[in-house]
T-cell receptor
């Protein structure tokens, strides 16, 4: 299957700083990528849909100014958590679909201290 | 009512058992159905996808879709300890790459050696 690479796999940052997470489709072009958040023992919560060359579409309740998404090319989308706080600590996962199938990155464990 | 319902488990079975995992859904317009396996602290990996009703088999895994009952299943034959993971069902209205998936909450499976 297709490969989606996410980096970093884990990051620890201080409260108030910003963190950028990258998501790359390695062997296919993805005009659309999806960003999810997952709390322990819970399912994936869709945060936003990232569209190449245009603004991201955010789900209800997700602060677009806090979670900045940039999809500058057909193979790269980035999620920046701005002014991170401890409550932003979570597992963030990106996904891209190739035809019918959705492939996921390895996830990024963010811990804000 | 959630769009997709899935028993969170945990489900514990002995090695070699047949495992049945299930999801129900409320939106009869869903057409594409997927099963993902997620190991702890990793991104989900696609196991199987099916379109509309019917069965699909891949090795020890069989996916079933019953659209009339709005019910999907994943069967695992001859379960192995390496099958221990969280299993997520997902579905979408259309097959296009821009359409988001709706996930169940996931079922935690433990296969005891």
């Amino acid at each position: 299957g297709a490969v989606v690479s996410q980096h970093p796999s884990w990051v620890i940052c201080k409260s108030g700083t910003s963190v950028k997470i990258e998501c790359r489709s390695l062997d296919f072009q993805a005009t659309t990528m999806f960003w999810y958040r997952q709390f322990p023992k819970q399912s994936l919560m869709l945060m936003a849909t990232s569209n190449e060359g245009s603004k991201a579409t955010y789900e209800q309740g997700v602060e677009k100014d806090k979670f900045l998404i940039n999809h500058a090319s057909l193979t790269l989308s980035t999620l920046t958590v701005t002014s991170a706080h401890p409550e932003d600590s979570s597992f963030y996962i990106c996904s891209a679909r190739e035809k019918l199938e959705a492939f996921f990155g390895q996830g990024t464990r963010l811990t804000v201290v | 009512q959630k769009e997709v319902e899935q028993d969170p488990g945990p489900l514990s079975v002995p090695e070699g058992a047949i495992v049945s995992l299930n999801c129900t859904y409320s939106n009869s317009a869903f057409q594409y159905f997927m099963w993902y396996r997620q190991y702890s602290r990793k991104g989900p990996e696609l196991l199987m996808y099916t379109y509309s009703s019917g069965n699909k088999e891949d090795g020890r895994f069989t996916a079933q879709v019953d659209k009339s009952s709005k019910y999907i299943s994943l069967f695992i034959r001859d379960s192995q300890p390496s099958d221990s993971a969280t299993y997520l069902c997902a579905m979408t209205l259309y097959g296009g790459a821009t359409n988001k998936l709706i996930f169940g909450t996931g079922t935690l499976l433990a296969v005891q050696p």
